[in-house]
């Protein structure tokens, strides 16, 4: 069974940076890896996903210019995100789903991380 853990979310001040890791149990080739995040009340909201062995990779219009999704190994994703501003605010999870394409939505990925908390403050 996959695993994934994710590292790096914390507190910062707007116009701060952080950098979240997420690493595998497993050799994710082929994989979309996926970076999401959730608010009480709402959807979980992807934010950032790549097809590991593509290197295709997907933002949402809100974090474009300012996150980066990379991977290492097959076995470790990262999230840069720089410019960080109170409405990214949230739960951040990672996720892997099915080979060769990134779902837009959150149920069609099959193995999630415990999250991160990310708080950025004005």
């Known amino acids: 069974r996959l695993e994934l853990v994710e590292s790096g979310g914390g507190s910062v001040q707007a116009g701060g940076a952080l950098r979240l890791s997420c690493t595998a149990n497993?050799?994710?080739?082929?994989?979309?890896m996926g970076w999401f995040r959730q608010v009480p009340g709402k959807e979980r909201e992807r934010v950032a996903s790549v097809v590991t062995s593509l290197s295709n990779t997907y933002y949402t219009d809100s974090v474009k210019g300012r996150f980066t999704i990379s991977q290492d190994n097959n076995r470790t994703v990262y999230l840069q995100m720089n410019n960080l501003a109170p409405e990214d605010t949230a739960m951040y999870y990672c996720?892997?789903?099915?080979?060769?394409?990134?779902?837009?939505?959150?149920?069609?990925?099959?193995?999630w991380g415990q999250g991160t908390q990310v708080t950025v403050s004005s």
């Open positions: 996720a892997a789903g099915p080979g060769g394409y990134c779902p837009r939505a959150a149920d069609r990925y099959n193995y």
């Open positions: 497993k050799n994710t080739f082929h994989y979309c």
